[in-house]
């Protein structure tokens, strides 16, 4: 009989460890809260740099763990150690006993109603980077206008922002902005796009690229400076003041559409999950590992692994890399210790 | 006009909605690597006319993307062609001021 592993958390860092410990010979089985595998990644249309498919990696990653037991719509009710294994009650009624557990429980957008002077939630055509993904992969959202003339991109909302109880930068934002201000003028070339950014944060493979693609191929323009204040005109448009830092004076302009970059937080339903199983949260409110620099994936609890944005913000290469480590790292730790 | 005793400054914000940038456009069609600056300074600060003349490729740049008149500052260019070896985004800044006149004209 094959090992039972249990994946807590069902989006591309579980389905790809799941992937892994399948072809190591166990037997995967992942716990997701929602009604779908995939976790953010599923809602999101196109991915950066190369504006590959997201619906594709899914799929495909669903396609090779359909070996794998999947439990939707299901959550952990509670944690036993019976020494060095784990007894997982499901609230489905189902227990399952296990050597190892694998944490990929992700991340959630920042709330970006929390950051009131930009007025989600409150002006009409004022939306979220995750919106606009939605809107994007075809649902509609009569926020977004039909022809609009000016749309902003406010960069670091909820990160880099101590008031917002978040001092990380959230990593990705910068070029997801690049990329949907790309999707925005591909499907709107007459479009005015303006990215309101802090710093652009291009550090990965080709991000330069894109970011030189958007400027020369698109004519995004980049304006340095934090937004601080939004309003709304009498005609319902959104109205925007920042400072032009590089300039050094103060800006305005009205917009039919602003699209908040909101950052990345920890999964809010980790902390629970976290207290059944004694796991250390670290001071940016993520689960912290054994060690920064070499103990990523490595938990304070012996058999407990973590894998992707759990302990941090982190790009789908990168949270792929880390579920295939987990992977070995648990194959390691069963072989060693058992 | 009664004296109150004060006078109104003109503000000095930067008004996107009543932005005249054509220049800016015009130079973009003829020298579309005006878009990729991404102001780092290395223009200005290699320039030889920058410390007794403020002179600055890349406020050049920026002040045409928002609409300033940017004669003053071009006029103390002394087309050495300094900022265009440390352009780290290779744009060929001395051909762009050298367009730039001619558009002005």
């Known amino acids: 009989m094959k090992e039972n592993i249990v994946i807590i958390g069902g989006g591309i860092a579980g389905m790809e460890a799941a992937n892994q410990l399948l072809q190591l010979g166990y037997l995967p089985i992942i716990v997701e809260q929602t009604d779908h595998l995939g976790g953010h990644v599923a809602q999101w249309h196109k991915l950066f740099p190369d504006m590959s498919s997201s619906q594709e990696i899914v799929s495909n990653l669903k396609e090779r763990i359909k070996d794998a037991h999947v439990h939707l719509e299901t959550k952990v009710k509670g944690i036993n150690s019976l020494g060095n294994r784990y007894n997982i009650m499901l609230n489905n009624g189902i227990n399952i006993v296990t050597k190892a557990v694998l944490m990929s429980t992700g991340f959630s957008l920042f709330d970006a109603s929390k950051k009131e002077e930009y007025g989600y939630g409150v002006y009409d055509h004022v939306i979220t980077n995750g919106d606009l993904e939605a809107w994007f992969n075809g649902k509609t959202d009569k926020r977004i206008p039909p022809q609009p003339k000016a749309i902003g991109f406010v960069h670091c909302v909820g990160s880099r922002d101590l008031k917002a109880g978040n001092s990380q930068c959230s990593k990705v934002c910068c070029t997801t902005a690049i990329k949907q201000a790309i999707e925005i003028k591909e499907r709107f070339p007459d479009t005015e796009v303006y990215c309101f950014y802090m710093d652009l944060r291009l550090f990965g493979k080709k991000y330069e690229d894109f970011y030189i693609q958007a400027q020369r191929d698109f004519g995004v323009h980049f304006i340095r400076g934090r937004v601080s204040e939004v309003g709304e005109t009498l005609d319902g448009l959104v109205q925007v003041k920042a400072e032009d830092t590089l300039v050094g004076k103060p800006l305005k302009v009205t917009l039919d559409l602003l699209v908040l970059m909101s950052g990345m937080v920890c999964n809010s339903q980790v902390t629970p999950l976290a207290e059944m199983l004694r796991l250390e949260i670290d001071d940016d409110d993520f689960l912290k590992s054994k060690d920064n620099v070499y103990g990523i994936i490595e938990s304070n609890r012996a058999g407990i692994f973590y894998a992707g944005a759990c302990t941090g913000t982190k790009t789908i290469p990168e949270t792929v890399s880390e579920a295939r480590a987990a992977a070995l790292c648990i194959h390691n730790y069963l072989k060693n210790n058992f | ?105």
């Open chain 2, 1 to 105: 006009m009664t004296d109150f005793g004060f006078t109104l400054t003109k503000s000095s914000t930067i008004n996107f909605d009543s932005l005249d940038n054509h220049l800016y456009k015009r130079l973009c069609t003829i020298e579309p690597d005006a878009q990729i600056c991404m102001s780092c300074g290395s223009c200005s600060a290699t320039c030889t006319a920058a410390p007794f003349s403020g002179m600055s490729v890349r406020k050049v740049i920026l002040g045409l993307q928002r609409g300033q008149d940017v004669r003053p500052l071009l006029s103390n260019c002394m087309l050495c062609g300094k900022c265009t070896m440390v352009c780290p985004r290779a744009i060929n800044t001395r051909h762009l001021l050298l367009t730039l006149y001619r558009i002005y004209d």
